[in-house]
């Protein structure tokens, strides 16, 4: 497990004649795609029935959008992974249709409103192709995820400057809803900083595995706790804090509590030593002391988190938009106010970061809970790949991929339920969102390419000449040295 | 490696449990108050996307739906005889309602649970959800007959009509009115100037005076005291004080008839003649006589004293005020001092009597229908109380013949008996300085009573301090009475 190449995967080997037979499962995850599709058109048709009560051929449009779509991804995964895992794809396939869903309720709302308002829903599946062609190449380019682990440093640099450059961008091309976190140039925009995640994962997922040995062997003993050597994790901490003192800086508290959490839990896996936990998260009260005078937004958020309905009117900034979420949410009750008839449009960035408020107002408790499931199965997946993999470098990057979902879903979902102080960041493939829906395919193509290694079939090893034990085992004449 | 991948995954599923129970929280425990939070534009917009039901009087909707076009706002409020029944509909906004659009808001908006079966199949057969039906006692002929007679001759006051058998409310009108149409529009500037308008209006025209407001019932109380009287001894030929004036016990002010006049022929004079010259000396007498706890029985058992009455609009309680010494008492038994009467407790006065002294229940609602007029629940007669005997009924109703016929003014109905009491009644801080409220209480055929009404114009119509009862009520209350029993 130390040697980060394993010498069984060589291609050569697949011709050997008697491969054990593992079942790929690609005809399972075909039928949870069809099952997604299925779903997904149900909803649609509701939709359209409660908002425009006749059909439209933008409805044909979505669902034939959505199969072409994942009819390709599924090809791509056929040919390139076939022993990935068969869910995960069905699974961020069923998200991102809840996702189309909800933006397709969201405008015909907003175009009920205002006739010249476009439909956001088209520009998402624009998306959605340009993130399908992306999943496809990296399918068909990175083959074996071990090869990132070799541009782990580049991966890292890059990251960071790209999470860096808004920072250093004029506000008119990189700022918006508070946060500077935009490249934009004429109409297009991207949001670097989805993708710097995962470059980033890819840095210290090689770091922490090329460095590992030393964590579990130096290091002192203090307080009851085993402390690896500062000067081993250098620089990675100062990866982590260069990251997160970015994000602070650009005023994207979402991101840089999801960077936080998941350099935590990836060293955590790769040290096994929960005192790395104990010190981040001592580390982390520290600097929320710190940061609630110094920061006003932050503080305004937290404020509106305690108290929501006292601060509707609050004039250092209120907290209109949680408690129209928490209005939705509470309208909807258990089973929702029924797909197209609440009124979801009354949250501000309900397409965006308060996707799940949408949601829950019309398919209630039940239906969030079903949403918040499938994120739930689709990070187990992910970390069960991370179990079966055999190489530690695979082990470190679907951990970090499968937890940052988990974490994102909790940070925004959270936010937006009151559970935590609201930060603007958008749910994986929920959101409207180009960077983070081309993000998350690449996630999901590398957690499929780390699956199927875990799951390809070894190649079986040389028949060894059979020995007798060596107690059995006879003398031997051997040449005398002359 | 595995051990801490393990925990990450027990971790990650903590998580979204703890989303699912703060969601749990938000969306079952929290959720009425969320609902129900004034801040929440989600109800009422749901509301307002709603077809709201009608209120309808005969077949007719007196208050509707208008469909706007609009997406977000698709119906709008109307009422097509808006101040005719405004009193009785109030009015229906964005913002607020009144009246029944207030008290029967449940049906109307389709969430009252007898809409419920309806609700249920509105869901699964996906049709457009619907507000129930209210259908109203009205008539529609006396109620427009009241509103004109009021109206046309620029009178503030209240009409009251009841069916005395069944204590339905035959017509219910308040003058100064308003237009409903113009606080129930969606364009919200419009609308908020014609509330700062009315609100704003020294004749207060939002005021139901019909049954929100008490005035002193001045002569029409001898009823209610002679009501008593009987009960305790009397007949309608004991004799009675027949002075021009009275002393009041312990004090050197005194109380005087109508003009100093003496009663009958000023020797001696029955109750009923009492009745018919609405002498106030016998009885302030009598009432001195019976005392207040006599008078206050006799009033509850006709519906004073009752601040939970709703018809099912709430009702001003009617009160006899406190009647500290014997001058009070006196005083109170004439329908002055701090007698207070809305004019829908007269009504109920005179229908009691008229109903042989059983006091029904007076309502608004005949019935509660599904959008497509299936009935959903029917609104009763209901006995209050029997208030009085029979015998005490007839003897009052002889009264009224009696007063009837003393009384002038126009409007009496050829062939018809009607039994009937005027009053004049002094208000204000010094009553030399306001003019007296004129009332006109009656019912009719006295013989086989249909209709008992009750007339109020306060201010006596601002004719001078010669109006009375006689002069200004009587020709409203006879032409109401005239329309409903047919001859107009």
């Known amino acids: 497990m130390s040697s980060p190449v394993d010498a069984t995967s060589n291609p050569g080997q697949a011709a050997t004649p008697s491969p054990p037979a593992v079942p790929t499962r690609r005809n399972t995850e075909l039928l949870m795609l069809a099952f997604a599709a299925i779903l997904v058109t149900i909803a649609n048709v509701l939709v359209e029935a409660n908002q425009e009560q006749e059909l439209s051929t933008q409805l044909l449009y979505n669902g034939a959008a959505f199969l072409a779509l994942f009819g390709i991804a599924h090809l791509a995964v056929r040919k390139w992974a076939p022993y990935a895992d068969p869910l995960i794809l069905p699974f961020a396939a069923l998200l991102n249709g809840v996702g189309l869903i909800a933006i397709y309720r969201i405008d015909l709302a907003d175009a009920a409103a205002d006739p010249d308002h476009g439909y956001l829903v088209n520009r998402q599946i624009g998306w959605m192709v340009i993130s399908v062609v992306l999943f496809v190449l990296i399918l068909a380019f990175v083959k074996d995820h071990r090869l990132l682990a070799r541009f782990g440093y580049t991966c890292g640099f890059v990251g960071l400057i790209a999470l860096a450059l808004p920072g250093f961008l004029p506000a008119s091309m990189s700022s918006a809803g508070g946060a500077k976190i935009w490249i934009r140039i004429g109409g297009a925009g991207i949001q670097p900083g989805e993708f710097a995640k995962i470059l980033l994962m890819i840095f210290f997922a090689s770091f922490l595995v090329s460095k590992r040995d030393l964590f579990t062997v130096a290091g002192r003993r203090f307080l009851g706790m085993d402390f690896p050597r500062m000067r081993d994790m250098a620089p990675m901490l100062l990866a982590w804090a260069a990251s997160v003192g970015v994000l602070v800086f650009e005023r994207d508290l979402g991101t840089s509590l999801l960077f936080f959490g998941l350099v935590l839990v990836m060293i955590y896996v790769a040290t096994e030593r929960v005192s790395w936990v104990v010190i981040g998260l001592s580390l982390f009260a520290i600097g929320c002391v710190i940061a609630y005078p110094l920061f006003n937004h932050l503080r305004v958020r937290v404020l509106n988190w305690m108290d929501p309905l006292g601060r509707l009117d609050a004039t250092d900034g209120d907290s209109f938009q949680l408690v129209q979420s928490l209005f939705g949410l509470g309208t909807g009750g258990i089973f929702g106010t029924g797909l197209g008839s609440g009124r979801p449009t009354l949250i501000p960035a309900a397409e965006t970061d308060f996707i799940i408020s949408a949601i829950g107002e019309e398919i209630g408790f039940v239906g969030v809970a079903a949403v918040l499931l499938l994120y739930l199965l689709l990070v187990m997946r992910g970390l069960r790949t991370a179990l079966a993999v055999r190489d530690s470098f695979g082990k470190l990057l679907a951990s970090g991929l499968a937890f940052i979902i988990g974490l994102q879903v909790f940070i925004v979902v959270g936010g937006a339920t009151r559970l935590i102080p609201s930060t603007g960041i958008t749910a994986p493939f929920l959101s409207y969102g180009g960077s983070s829906l081309l993000a998350n395919y690449i996630l999901v193509a590398l957690l499929l390419l780390i699956s199927h290694a875990a799951r390809k079939p070894q190649p079986p090893s040389k028949p060894r000449p059979q020995q007798a034990p060596l107690a059995e085992a006879h003398t031997e004449m051997v040449a005398r040295p002359t | 490696m595995n051990t801490p991948i393990r925990r990450v995954a027990l971790t990650v599923m903590l998580l979204i449990v703890a989303l699912m129970v703060n969601l749990t929280y938000i969306q079952v425990i929290w959720s009425d108050e969320l609902r129900a939070h004034p801040r929440n534009s989600r109800t009422l917009n749901e509301e307002l996307a709603r077809q709201r039901g009608d209120i309808i009087v005969g077949n007719e909707a007196v208050a509707t739906v208008e469909e706007t076009g609009d997406n977000l706002y698709p119906y709008e409020r109307v009422y097509p005889d808006g101040p005719v029944y405004a009193p009785i509909t109030g009015y229906y906004s964005p913002i607020g309602r009144t009246g029944l659009e207030r008290a029967e808001d449940p049906v109307l908006n389709g969430s009252d649970d007898r809409l419920f079966v309806r609700r249920l199949s509105d869901l699964i057969t996906g049709r457009d959800a619907r507000g129930g039906m209210v259908e109203l006692t009205i008539d529609r002929r006396m109620q427009e007959t009241a509103y004109q007679m009021m109206t046309d001759r620029g009178l503030t006051g209240a009409v009251v009509a009841l069916e005395p058998s069944t204590g339905r409310i035959l017509s219910l009108v308040s003058t100064p009115t308003f237009d409903p149409n113009e606080l129930s529009t969606l364009d919200s500037e419009a609308r908020a100037a014609a509330t700062e308008e009315l609100e704003a209006d020294e004749n207060r025209p939002l005021h139901n005076r019909a049954i929100s407001e008490t005035q002193p019932p001045g002569s029409t109380f001898k009823l209610l005291v002679a009501a008593a009287a009987l009960d305790n001894g009397y007949s309608n030929d004991s004799e009675v004080n027949a002075a021009p004036s009275v002393q009041l016990p312990g004090s050197s002010v005194s109380l005087p008839n109508y003009n100093n006049n003496p009663c009958g022929n000023g020797q001696r004079a029955t109750l009923l003649q009492a009745m018919e010259e609405s002498c106030n000396v016998p009885f302030g007498e009598i009432a001195g006589e019976l005392g207040p706890e006599v008078l206050q029985e006799q009033a509850e058992a006709l519906g004073f004293s009752d601040p939970d009455l709703e018809i099912p609009l709430s009702v001003a309680s009617s009160e006899l005020g406190e009647m500290a010494d014997s001058a009070a008492v006196y005083q109170s038994g004439i329908g002055q001092r701090d007698v207070r009467v809305t004019p829908l407790q007269n009504a109920m006065m005179v229908a009691t009597i008229a109903n042989e002294g059983s006091r029904m229940e007076p309502h608004v609602v005949s019935r509660i229908l599904t959008p497509e007029l299936d009935l959903l629940d029917e ?99 006879r032409a109401v009475l005239g329309a409903g029993l047919g001859g107009g």
Do not use: C
């Open chain 2, 379 to 477: 609104i009763n007669p209901d006995e209050a109380e029997q208030a009085f005997s029979p015998q005490v009924a007839q003897d009052l109703t002889e009264m009224m013949i009696a007063s009837e016929q003393h009384t002038g003014g126009e409007g009496q109905i050829p062939g018809v008996t009607i039994a009937s009491k005027t009053g004049t009644a002094q208000w204000g801080v010094d009553p030399s300085e306001t003019n007296p409220h004129a009332w006109y209480v009656a019912f009719a055929p006295a013989e086989d009573p249909q209709v008992a009404v009750a007339v109020l114009v306060e201010a006596g119509g601002d004719i001078g301090a010669g109006a009375t009862g006689g002069r200004v009520a009587a020709p409203i209350g």
